[in-house]
T-cell receptor, first 113, second 112 residues
Framework: AQSVTQPDIHITVSEGASLELRCNYSYGATPYLFWYVQSPGQGLQLLLKYFSGDTLVQGIKGFEAEFKRSQSSFNLRKPSVHWSDAAEYFC???????????FGTGTRLLVSP | SQTIHQWPATLVQPVGSPLSLECTVE??????LYWYRQAAGRGLQLLFY??????ISSEVPQNLSASRPQDRQFILSSKKLLLSDSGFYLC???????????FGPGTRLTVT
């Protein structure tokens, strides 16, 4: 069965510093991978996705993610964090059966001044 | 463009009362529809999904049910709420055949 692990529950980054959020997945074939962001009390917004092709994908708000098959990872990165990036970030994987996604438990990003 | 609506935005209900949450999608036809629950500090749990009118699949046995009376309408219901039903309920849609899901703004349900 598919699974997603986000090992960091909380991460604090200084404004202007770089960010990397970790995501590891478990799936036998090439997965469909997603990153979503959720501001407090809001729904989830799709940041970026990977289906195939170039393993470095660009998303909205200056985010990017790199698919590494050998490490079963899909880490999210941003070169310079802004205070408005403070939110919860979810990694998700799809690939079997009906079009269902399996979500990680999320990483809460705090941005310090 | 497509939009997804959920209402109400917040709801406080006593234990044992009924529940009806509604989700509608605009700007697309025959979407796949999903209901998720998000408990405090936890990830998303898929509750139900639907590939068409009247077609509902349940992921987790529980106190809730779902219905899809129209192509772009998805309803989450309960006859008698439990304290454990409290949480943030999210509706999502996707194009048939796609894994890419788009989420509504959510409903915060507090059962007292």
């Amino acid at each position: 069965a598919q699974s997603v692990t986000q090992p960091d529950i909380h991460i604090t980054v200084s404004e202007g510093a770089s960010l990397e959020l970790r995501c590891n997945y478990s799936y036998g074939a090439t997965p469909y991978l997603f990153w979503y962001v959720q501001s407090p009390g809001q729904g989830l917004q799709l940041l970026l996705k990977y289906f195939s092709g170039d393993t470095l994908v660009q998303g909205i708000k200056g985010f990017e993610a790199e698919f590494k098959r050998s490490q079963s990872s899909f880490n999210l990165r941003k070169p310079s964090v802004h205070w408005s990036d403070a939110a919860e970030y979810f990694c998700a994987v799809g690939g079997t059966g009906f079009q269902k996604l399996v979500f990680g438990t999320g990483t809460r990003l705090l941005v310090s001044p | 463009s497509q939009t997804i609506h959920q209402w109400p935005a917040t709801l406080v209900q006593p234990v044992g009362s009924p529940l009806s949450l509604e989700c509608t999608v605009e700007g697309t036809s025959n979407p796949n529809l999903y209901w998720y629950r998000q408990a405090a500090g936890r990830g998303l749990q898929l509750l139900f999904y639907s590939v068409g009118i009247g077609q509902i699949s349940s992921e987790v046995p529980q106190n809730l049910s779902a219905s899809r009376p129209q192509d772009r309408q998805f309803i989450l219901s309960s006859k008698k709420l439990l304290l454990s039903d409290s949480g943030f309920y999210l509706c999502a849609w996707s194009v048939g055949g796609s894994y890419e899901q788009y989420f509504g703004p959510g409903t915060r349900l507090t059962v007292t």
